[in-house]
């Protein structure tokens, strides 16, 4: 079992930029990281992903082009750099880890979630 722990998220400009981490408690080389995010109000939703060996990233339109996700397995971390930040894009981001290929964490996630951090946008 492996416990997820994110860092680094907080209040920006519109335009600005933030760079999360996601903290695994073991060895990450076996498990597929996803970023998934919850606005006020609404349902939580997919946001990015990787694969194990860090060849795969995939991303929701929403992001694709501002946010790259990626991965340091000797640091057992995984991070989300989000640039051009939208006021929409506030949220709390989650980080999210399936023992296993990375089309589980594209189909809604994994079983193992961290408790999230908090992205605001102001315009």
């Known amino acids: 079992q492996v416990q997820l722990v994110e860092s680094g998220g907080g209040l920006v400009q519109a335009g600005g930029s933030l760079r999360l981490s996601c903290a695994a408690s073991?060895?990450?080389?076996?498990?597929?990281m996803g970023w998934f995010r919850q606005a006020p109000g609404k349902d939580r939703e997919f946001a990015a992903a990787?694969?194990?060996?860090?060849?795969?990233?995939y991303y929701a339109d929403s992001v694709k082009g501002r946010f790259t996700i990626s991965r340091d397995n000797a640091k057992n971390t995984v991070y989300l750099q989000m640039n051009s930040l939208k006021p929409e894009d506030t949220a709390v981001y989650y980080c999210?880890?399936?023992?296993?290929?990375?089309?589980?964490?594209?189909?809604?996630?994994?079983?193992?979630w961290g408790k999230g951090t908090l992205v605001t946008v102001s315009s």
């Open positions: 999210n880890a399936h023992q296993g290929p990375v089309r589980t964490v594209l189909a809604g996630g994994g079983n193992y």
């Open positions: 990787i694969s194990r060996s860090g060849g795969g990233t």
């Open positions: 073991g060895p990450t080389f076996s498990y597929a």
